[in-house]
């Protein structure tokens, strides 16, 4: 799972320092109320390209994410996704840093996680939704990185607006090998075109509470429909006074 930021939720999130939400329709990093439809199967595949600091090239990775959702109930949805991962050296451990210079161990699975989301209300003036997502990292991301499995829950609240107008705020909370920490974050999305299904943009803003200084990011995106059943999603993500960047492009299919 991503470090950096804090997975069909009709927006994602996992904020800063928290664990990556993937399987969202209608943002790119922030978990959304949506969840699919009943015996509904979301396939999602994203692309991210990372860099933890401008000035040190040794902390750049890459991850690719392939996913699936399933409605299980018209309220209950699960998701399974896993990541395959390439890391610089500068992210791995110092002690087998050596092991790899200079540009780090090749690609290889870092994680699988699996999420299951419940939308609570349905109707409401502001509606309710809550997630929960176990992250098991495989043994070489044990080995290389350090990593530890991961408990995380998000209390997601939405409500829509206009034409096909969205803001959503999100209130996590995580833990990792007796470490725990709380994140936000809010998005805010339009329709492009003025049709319910067209090309929409949106921008995320997320955080961490404890560490709002160093854990801040802003992630415009543009999202494209291309038919009825599938997505194209895109952004450009940057926090930290700029010091963290991020590229992302994702495409959703839903059957």
Do not use: C
Not at 76 to 95: I, R
Not at 151 to 168: D, E, K, M, P, Q
Not at 189 to 200: I, N, V, Y
């Amino acid at each position: 799972m991503k470090k950096t930021l804090g997975p069909l939720l009709a927006a994602a999130l996992l904020p800063i320092g928290g664990a990556v939400a993937h399987h969202a329709l209608e943002f790119i990093e922030l978990e959304s109320y949506s969840t699919s439809r009943k015996g509904e199967w979301l396939f999602h595949l994203h692309y991210d390209f990372m860099s933890e600091d401008k000035n040190d090239p040794r902390q750049d990775h890459w991850e690719i994410t392939p996913g699936l959702a399933y409605g299980i109930t018209d309220r209950l949805m699960f998701d399974v996704h896993g990541h395959y991962a390439k890391f610089e050296n500068g992210l791995v451990l110092e002690e087998r840093q050596a092991e790899f210079e200079p540009n780090g161990p090749s690609p290889f699975f870092e994680a699988m996680a699996f999420t299951l989301q419940y939308r609570v209300t349905e109707g409401a003036p502001v509606d309710v939704a809550v997630s929960g997502t176990f992250e098991l990292p495989m043994e070489r991301a044990k080995d290389l990185l350090g990593s530890e499995e991961v408990y995380a829950a998000s209390l997601i609240l939405t409500r829509n607006f206009g034409v096909h107008g969205n803001i959503t705020l999100n209130l996590g909370s995580e833990w990792e090998g007796g470490e725990d920490s709380q994140s936000w974050g809010i998005g805010i999305r339009e329709s492009l075109t003025g049709q319910p299904h067209g090309t929409a943009a949106g921008i995320e803003f997320l955080g961490a509470f404890d560490d709002f200084e160093d854990s801040w990011s802003v992630l415009p995106g543009i999202y494209i429909p291309i038919n009825e059943q599938t997505i194209l999603k895109t952004g450009f993500e940057v926090g930290k006074g700029a010091d963290y960047t991020r590229a992302n492009i994702t495409l959703m299919h839903r059957f």
